[in-house]
């Protein structure tokens, strides 16, 4: 009993100094900067009554953005899940000219604002961009369609796959390949059963993170989607800016608190992936 | 052919599959924009490419943005410091907590950042009055929302976690027994931090700093919201849209030209980026 008490006081006294200073100011700032102001999005919407609530989230317009934005960055998520791997993959595994400057490019949606990025795609995609021609030419549309609202989100969602493989990937042992090999596995067994279980936390973390910058994606997303509400492009930031523009604060924080949910649920998937994945690295 | 062979082909030709499409990714998507920007940029000619990125209003855009980027870099790196010195160099309760709500900035649209600013420091908001008290006693006319300081303050929130989220994990593998040795032997706070800390996490706060910039500069979403005066409170990405969506020859091409300019901005950040990458690695 003694002993616990010892070893509890132990661990109370702080050898390094500072603990107070830092929890204060780092406490300090953020309720200032991002917990009062999001607060004050709670306390609006609940201001509103549940019925008025639902109505105000089952317009047509506001349904069909969810459905959009939610659908079209699955889509893209998806994408990003199998070209990224393919992509880290190729970067880790194998030597080619120019790999260091296509492996520095992959961090390139981080780096470029979003506006110049969705302009750049928009006007790339339309009937006359280099890209919307040779569409065109096959009879299909992409700007200011779903296909290049997956197309901006595939763009900005990229990098997130591939940074949270490629470690993993460069950390994975070639010995149990090896030992697959050896014990007559094809390679295609050994890539299912062997490597993709290890990366399967590392895809998961970053098709999550996508998926949630999909959903919230503002600025690449809107000169390509067109924003019709009836060829249903809207995406659900859209429609809260539109609301905010014509101060419907009711309708904007309505739809704040759902997405805020949303992304909230796939942090926290996000999380247990990891949790999970550092639970087993650590029982190894 | 024997089996070992066939294995040998088979295996030659997914690398060579998975190559081709890597390449044909990357080209695609990302490098082909990034040259049809300065492409569409010059469509015109140099000397009005030069006239479009020097009117007032893009000049105006410019300063807005780099005071904006200034104040949320050093703010947001103090804070970074700060936080990972608290989450790496203590346990207590609540911390797992902490460092969650530390990283909400970055799952959170942009647009609702802009919202949530206007729900506390607009007309509606439970601040406005404090606001307009301290306006009546002091005879100013302090604004944030739609102004200046409204800016500022959504460029620190998307930018929040930036840096912190780099030098964590850094200073996390290097553990706390050389500060506390240190502390031990009665070094101040400061010198621990000066001498060890610093020289630790060096290159992650680097790394973090470069990418706050680049978020900083460009970001939209937030500050469209909170922005509404062109040439005044109007950042490059705003200026920007308000080109782009008058939706003349011109001032699409005029656009793109001001888009050159971020452009240039994040080739930079890309290379500086990589160079740290490799200096760290050498370490």
Known sequence: ?284 | MTEQEKLEKKKKRTKRCCITITVLFITCMLIIPLVSVIVNSLKEGIGFYIRSISTEYVRSALGVTFLATVIAVVINTFFGICAAWLLTKFSFRGKQILATLIDIPFSISPVIVGLAYLMTFGRLGWFYPVIRAFNQFFGTNVRITFAIPGVVLATIFVTFPFVSREIIPVLNAQGKDEEEAAALMGASGFTIFRKITLPQMKWGLLYGIILCTARALGEFGAVNALSKTRGETFTLPLEIDALYMSGTDQSITAAFAASSILVIIAVIILIIRNILERKHIEQ
């Open chain 1, 1 to 284: 009993m003694d002993q616990v008490k010892k070893r509890k006081k132990a661990k109370k006294a702080r050898v390094i100094p500072g603990f107070h200073l830092t929890l204060g100011i780092v406490v300090t700032m953020l309720s200032l900067i991002v917990l009062i102001p999001l607060a004050s999005v709670l306390v609006h919407s609940l201001g509103i009554s549940p019925k008025e609530f639902f109505a105000l989230l089952w317009k047509p317009n506001v349904r069909n953005a969810f459905f959009t934005s939610i659908g079209c960055s699955f889509a893209a998520a998806v994408c990003n899940a199998v070209f990224g791997l393919v992509i880290a993959w190729t970067l880790v595994k194998y030597d080619f000219p120019c790999k260091k400057l296509l492996d520095g490019f992959i961090e390139l949606p981080f780096a470029l604002p979003t506006a110049v990025a969705g302009i750049t795609l928009s006007k790339l995609y339309s009937e006359n961009g280099f890209f919307g021609k040779g569409f065109a030419l096959l009879g299909m549309k992409v700007s200011y369609t779903k296909v290049g609202l997956v197309i901006a989100l595939v763009f900005v969602g990229i990098p997130f796959v591939v940074r949270a493989v490629q470690p993993v990937l460069e950390k994975l042992d070639e010995q149990y390949e090896e030992a697959a090999y050896m014990l007559g596995a094809s390679p295609v067994k050994t890539f299912f059963l062997v490597i993709f279980p290890e990366l399967k936390p590392a895809l998961l973390t970053g098709f999550g993170l996508a998926f949630a910058r999909g959903i919230g994606e503002y600025g690449s997303v809107i000169y390509i989607s067109g924003n019709s509400a009836k060829d249903k492009t809207q995406v659900i930031s859209y429609v809260i800016m539109q609301k905010l523009s014509y101060i419907d604060y009711a309708g904007a924080t309505a739809i704040a608190l759902v997405m805020l949910v949303i992304s909230f649920i796939l942090l926290l998937f996000v999380n247990i992936v990891q949790a999970r994945q550092s639970a087993r690295t650590n029982l190894l």
